[in-house]
C-alpha cells in the first residue's frame, strides 16, 4: 500500500514556474514507477511525466518536454515535477501517481495509487 500527498501548486504568471512534490508512505517506494498527472476542467485526465525505479529512466508528454522535469529521491520517498516556462494552457489539478514495478506508464488505468491533487493556475 501507498499513501500520496501532493505539494506545491498554485497561481503563477505565464512564463513562471512551480516545483510540484509529491510524498509517499511505504518502505517500498523504490519498487514503485511514479507517474503525474493532470486534470483541466471539462478535460480528460493526461499522462505529463513519469520516471522508473532508475532516476535516467524517464517519460515526458510531448506538451512539456524541456520545460517539465520529473525527479525522485527513494531516501526521502519523494517524487517532484519541476515546472518551467508554464504557459496558461499547463492550467489543471495535478495528481501524482503510482504503479508497483519499474515501467513507466502513461496510461492512467496501469496505475493502482493517487494522490488528491494539487491545483496549479497559470494567468496569462
Known amino acids: 500500500q501507498v499513501q500520496l500527498v501532493e505539494s506545491g501548486g498554485g497561481l503563477v504568471q505565464a512564463g513562471g514556474s512551480l516545483r510540484l512534490s509529491c510524498a509517499a508512505s511505504?518502505?517500498?517506494?523504490?519498487?514503485?514507477?511514479m507517474g503525474w498527472f493532470r486534470q483541466a476542467p471539462g478535460k480528460e485526465r493526461e499522462f505529463v511525466a513519469g520516471?522508473?525505479?532508475?532516476?535516467?529512466?524517464?517519460l515526458y508528454v510531448d506538451s512539456v518536454k524541456g520545460r517539465f522535469t520529473i525527479s525522485r529521491d527513494n531516501a526521502k520517498n519523494t517524487v517532484d515535477l519541476q515546472m518551467n516556462s508554464l504557459k496558461p494552457e499547463d492550467t489543471a489539478i495535478y495528481y501524482c501517481?503510482?504503479?508497483?514495478?519499474?515501467?513507466?506508464?502513461?496510461?492512467?488505468?496501469?496505475?493502482?495509487?493517487w494522490g488528491q491533487g494539487t491545483q496549479v493556475t497559470v494567468s496569462s
Open positions: 511505504g518502505r517500498t517506494f523504490g519498487l514503485y514507477a
Open positions: 501517481a503510482a504503479r508497483y514495478g519499474q515501467r513507466v506508464s502513461p496510461v492512467t488505468s496501469d496505475y493502482g495509487y
Open positions: 520516471i522508473g525505479w532508475s532516476t535516467s529512466n524517464t
